[in-house]
């Protein structure tokens, strides 16, 4: 089993930066295929951004591609979501997901990942 906890939501104005964290423990942090979602409210949860863990690759949703970059860290098992240049429209709860059977075409649908956090709030004022 693994658990996720993710931290660093917040209220910033448009422009502003932050960056999301997502603690793992359990599981095998370095085979583990991670993913960030978010859902505003009234709308479906929707694919922000994912990282492969066999060829290390990573995966943005147009909206954010150049604004939001996903990192990890192995030593501290926890990932990351640096988001810059934020918008309104990013106002979500942005939520960190795993797992270790997903293949690219399957890394958008989050129904294909194993486990989540709790989710954490992130509102970008105007």
């Known amino acids: 089993q693994m658990q996720l906890v993710e931290s660093g939501g917040g209220v910033v104005q448009a422009g502003g930066s932050l960056r999301l964290s997502c603690a793992v423990s359990g599981g095998t942090f370095s085979r583990s295929t991670f993913g960030w979602f978010r859902q505003a409210p009234g709308k479906e949860r929707e694919f922000v951004a994912a990282?492969?863990?066999?060829?290390?690759?990573?995966h943005y949703a147009d909206s954010v591609k150049g604004r939001f970059t996903f990192s990890r860290d192995n030593a501290k098992s926890t990932a990351f979501l640096q988001m810059n240049n934020l918008k309104p429209e990013d106002t979500a709860v942005y939520y960190c997901?795993?797992?270790?059977?997903?293949?690219?075409?399957?890394?958008?649908?989050?129904?294909?990942?194993?486990?989540w956090g709790q989710g954490t709030q992130v509102t970008v004022s105007s």
């Open positions: 997901a795993a797992g270790t059977r997903l293949i690219t075409s399957t890394l958008r649908i989050g129904t294909a990942y194993d486990y």
């Open positions: 990282f492969k863990w066999n060829d290390r690759s990573t």
